[in-house]
């Protein structure tokens, strides 16, 4: 009889379960740093908006000393997100 080279179907279905289980462990593994560059990103986000409010609110010397401001960012400029800031607006010691 003359010996034939190749696969048996046994051999090609144990090497796509093998290819299958690695290509659903690759894709769990980007939808999961998808997730976390999106959550990055929102908070990246808020925070340039709250050094925005507060560099803004540091360049008017007319604010109301000892009070507290607070506002809301527009969901526009958040991406969407509902986010607010809050100011206290307190004197302090300066040098003598």
């Given at each position: 009889?003359?010996?034939?080279?190749?696969?048996?179907?046994?051999?090609?279905?144990?090497?796509?379960?093998?290819?299958?289980?690695?290509?659903?462990g690759?894709?769990?593994?980007?939808?999961?740093?998808?997730?976390?560059?999106?959550?990055?990103?929102?908070?990246?986000?808020?925070?340039?908006?709250?050094?925005?409010?507060?560099?803004?609110l540091?360049?008017?010397?007319a604010?109301?000393?000892?009070t507290?401001?607070?506002g809301?960012?527009?969901?526009?400029?958040?991406?969407?997100?509902?986010?607010?800031?809050?100011?206290?607006v307190?004197?302090?010691e300066?040098?003598?």
């Amino acid at each position: 009889m003359k010996k034939t080279r190749g696969f048996t179907l046994l051999e090609m279905t144990v090497a796509m379960l093998i290819m299958a289980i690695a290509v659903v462990g690759l894709l769990a593994g980007i939808s999961g740093a998808t997730r976390n560059a999106a959550r990055l990103r929102d908070a990246d986000r808020v925070a340039q908006l709250a050094q925005l409010r507060m560099n803004e609110l540091l360049a008017n010397p007319a604010l109301p000393r000892n009070t507290v401001l607070q506002g809301a960012f527009d969901p526009a400029l958040a991406g969407g997100m509902t986010a607010g800031w809050r100011a206290a607006v307190t004197e302090f010691e300066g040098r003598p």
